[in-house]
């Protein structure tokens, strides 16, 4: 890339020249697109003159300068992400998500229940739909993992199991989506960002930490042994509860794999749930 890149022996940012480019083609479609880049991320084309002035030398600013009154904005090829943070076309699914009067009676009735208990319908209900036997397959024992009433796990702790497992995995998705759910129900706003980044260093409860340990062993496919589970014994579980974490752990190792498959995206209204308190002086105002 031709965007400034710090030095790893020198720790200091260097500057692209034109010949480590290429063609002078290739210099004109790198300024641009950094420039374009900078100007869809700031808002603000000064701003963005000024960084890719202070930059580039100032022989390609120059050409910068020409590009820009004659040239407008890249056109992205269909299915292609220029920049990661770019959303897939659809921002849903790489695959086709049928359209609802193409579905099941079964399948539509789920997914408009859940829909107007939220206020929007998860695109992992859309994205699985394109089966819909496996989607089928899917909830059910989702339903049954997460929301069973037996056992000592509470819906606070199988989501907290869910997003550290699937950060491990890397699934943004489930990480994104699982820790909205997490907040809501454990009322802890900030517990699931520090697990994210390392469980082992989260303020958990010491009861929360061997839960975390063991499902992070099912994650790894590491050996389960005896001590495994007498340190789950140790913090309050039994074995049906060992059965639970490791059966949570599992099923979402395969969750977090198919929303890799699909490039599944999380809904934009996951990321603020359950970050702050909600106004219930709002509601009771509403009901007067």
Known sequence: MGVPQRDPVIGCWTRPTLSEQGSQRQSEELVHDLYCYLTAELGDTDMASSLVSRWLRPRVFTQLVALRSVRGPRQKEPGIRVFSSDPPPGNVSRYPVP????????????????????????????????????????????????????????????????????????????????????????????????????????????????????????????????????????????????????????FFAMSNRLAHLTDMRPNVEFYNMGRTPKDRSKDKGKGE
């Open 99 to 250: 359209d609802k009067k193409d579905l099941p009676f079964d399948i539509v009735e789920l997914m408009e229940d859940v829909e107007s208990k939220g206020g929007f319908l998860p695109n992992v209900f859309k994205a699985l739909s394109h089966r819909p036997a496996e989607f089928r397959a899917f909830f059910a024992y989702y339903n049954e993992l997460m929301n069973k009433e037996t056992g000592s796990l509470t819906k606070a702790d199988r989501e907290l199991i869910v997003v550290a497992t699937s950060t491990y995995n890397k699934c943004l998705y489930c990480v994104v989506s699982h820790s909205a759910l997490h907040r809501i129900y454990s009322k802890k706003p900030t517990l699931c960002d520090q697990v994210i980044v390392n469980y082992e260093n989260a303020e958990l409860s010491p009861r929360e930490s061997a839960m975390l340990d063991f499902a992070m062993a099912v994650c790894r496919s590491d050996t389960v042994t005896e001590r495994h589970f007498q340190s789950l014994e140790e913090a309050g579980f039994d074995r049906e509860d060992a059965w639970d974490i490791a059966a949570i752990a599992a």
